[in-house]
T-cell receptor, first 111, second 114 residues
């Protein structure tokens, strides 16, 4: 079983749609959780950290369910510029603070 | 956040040779890491670059193949030694500051081995 699992997609959605991505992680001792965005041939960029209480940043909402070891990302009112690969990322290496990346979910927003 | 640069941005190398990739940060950072992203894959951690001591390597990566230096808090190098076509990949450095698990990535070095 992979340490971080994501649906690879692609998700093809029209502009203005709401889309949700899910991610599961295997290590119950994981401490920190993130969503990164990666555009084609670019480096990953931090989109948002994910907290147990859930957090929102504009059109983006992230949720964490520790009991189910599940992370989600909701994007409302999708824009063409949201087209990218979204990486679910977990710190599960304790004090070493290194990250484990999911394989990513590709989103294509269409006009 | 810190500005991170990598050199070279890309290179094409012959098998059996070595390439050293540089990562420079515009401010002092606590942690520096090296990742590999093979074609169509996600990122895999190679090692944590420790200032003033040997790097900490992940399973499947060894110092003889991927020697790493970190002479100070703003600079690190990764060498890919005795390259084979299987080493063709994007190599990325990342940084994290004290007290934070958030990491920020350099633009990457795209390596092709022929």
């Amino acid at each position: 079983r992979k340490e971080v699992e994501q649906d690879p997609g692609p998700f093809n959605v029209p502009e203005g749609a709401t889309v949700a991505f899910n991610c599961t992680y295997s290590n119950s001792a994981s401490q920190s959780f993130f969503w990164y965005r990666q555009d084609c041939r670019k480096e990953p960029k931090l989109l948002m950290s994910v907290y147990s209480s859930g957090n929102e940043d504009g059109r983006f909402t992230a949720q964490l369910n520790r009991a189910s070891q599940y992370i989600s990302l909701l994007i409302r009112d999708s824009k063409l510029s949201d087209s990218a690969t979204y990486l679910c990322v977990v710190n599960n290496l304790g004090g070493r603070r290194a990250l484990t990346f999911g394989s990513g979910t590709r989103l294509q927003v269409q006009p | 956040s810190a500005v991170i640069s990598q050199k070279p941005s890309r290179d094409i190398c012959q098998r059996g040779t070595s390439l050293t990739i540089q990562c420079q940060v515009d401010s002092q950072v606590t942690m520096m890491f090296w990742y590999r992203q093979q074609p169509g894959q996600s990122l895999t951690l190679i090692a944590t670059a420790n200032q003033g001591s040997e790097a900490t390597y992940e399973s499947g990566f060894v110092i003889d193949k991927f020697p790493i230096s970190r002479p100070n808090l703003t600079f690190s190098t990764l060498t890919v030694s005795n390259m084979s076509p299987e080493d063709s990949s994007i190599y990325l450095c990342s940084v994290a500051t004290s007290g934070s698990y958030e990491q920020y990535f350099g633009p990457g070095t795209r390596l092709t081995v022929t």
